[in-house]
Nanobody, 132 residues
Framework: QLVESGGGLVQAGGSLRLSCAAS????????IGWFRQAPGKEREGISC????????YYADSVKGRFTISSDNPENTVHLQMNSLKPEDTAVYYC???????????????????????????WGKGTQVTVSS
């Protein structure tokens, strides 16, 4: 189980920090990341990080504004979101996919790039609303 926190309401140009923590297991050998889904739109994979070697992916829509980081001792992933825009309004979901047995960083990154919903674990989502 994944537990997200940190969503809320913020004005355009503001910042929010999302966190994702595991309940009952560790992130070792996993890729952890974030999807978001706005009303009427498909789910979009925006960023992920490998706990194995620190590789990171960002979607073009958030590159330069969002920063993903891992806190290994705390088994937590953070998404620092700066310069927020109204179009960032969405429900943000944390997701995790284990590496190994044919699952590689390349394949997981591709899943985030394509918005593939087939992740091993999901959080329940946290609402982010950016007002103009």
């Amino acid at each position: 189980q994944l537990v997200e926190s940190g969503g809320g309401l913020v004005q355009a140009g503001g910042s929010l920090r999302l966190s994702c923590a595991a309940s009952g297991w560790t992130f070792k050998d996993y890729v952890i990341g974030w999807f978001r889904q706005a009303p009427g739109k498909e789910r979009e994979g925006i960023s992920c990080i490998s706990f194995t070697d620190g590789k990171i992916y960002y979607a073009d829509s958030v590159k330069g504004r969002f920063t993903i980081s891992s806190d290994n001792p705390e088994n937590t992933v953070h998404l620092q979101m700066n310069s927020l825009k109204p179009e960032d309004t969405a429900v943000y979901y944390c997701a995790a996919e284990g590496l190994g047995y044919g699952t590689t960083w390349t394949s997981v990154r591709a899943a985030f790039q394509s918005g593939d919903n087939d992740m091993e674990f999901w959080g329940k989502g946290t609402q982010v609303t950016v007002s103009s």
